[in-house]
């Protein structure tokens, strides 16, 4: 800060000091001379504070290391740095997007939607990244405790919610398309 308002008077002192001379310069020949060796000595002030204050700025903040102990868990736990990275982004328009969003086809009347389709709507978002304790389809490991409690255990914590998994998924489906998707999951997963 003071650097800044150090600048702001210097700058300010060559700006009175060339209107001064400009003002100067109908009086005598002599003037015009004198009030660029004026200025160029003040420009060339102003040049070496900003620069100064460039180097003092880059000696300031200088990059970052990781301590021992920071290196330490990295080398314990490989999978750490993953595992606390950012899981969204961000996209604008006109930029290019890596991420995919299925919409949900509407459903027809009468009908319950297929397993498949339910699944990539709603349920992939954790599922297939682990989110929150979600176990991850296709991974045996992770619902072979789960599907050993039965599939009406496992519908029923989809229809009312379980942990941190909100009722439905948090989508307005029907009781039987939960089922179908739970089904699906269940048969990729075993």
Excluded at 25 to 47: K, L, Q, Y
Excluded at 167 to 181: K, M
Aim: net charge negative; charged share 25%.
């Amino acid at each position: 800060m003071k650097k800044v308002v150090l600048l702001s008077a210097v700058l300010l002192a060559i700006s009175a000091m060339t209107t001064n001379a400009q003002e100067a310069a109908p009086a005598s020949e002599a003037a015009p001379e004198a009030a660029e060796v004026v200025t160029d000595a003040a420009a060339e002030e102003a040049t070496a504070t900003e620069a100064a204050a460039d180097e003092a700025a880059a000696a300031a903040d200088p990059i970052p290391e990781d301590s021992d102990q920071v290196k330490k868990l990295i080398a314990l736990y490989p999978n750490l740095v993953s595992r606390i990275a950012p899981y969204g982004k961000v996209c604008f328009d006109g930029e290019e997007c890596d991420i995919n969003i299925t919409v949900l086809a509407p459903a027809v009347e009468g009908q319950a939607r297929d397993g498949e389709s339910l699944y990539k709507a709603i349920c992939a978002t954790c599922h297939d990244s682990g989110l929150v304790g979600a176990p991850k389809v296709g991974n045996a490991g992770d619902w072979s405790a789960r599907i050993a409690k039965g599939t009406a255990t496992l519908y029923d914590h989809a229809i009312n919610g379980f942990n941190a998994m909100p009722a439905r998924g948090g989508a307005d489906i029907s009781d039987e398309e939960v089922q179908n998707a739970v089904d699906y999951m269940v048969e990729k997963s075993s």
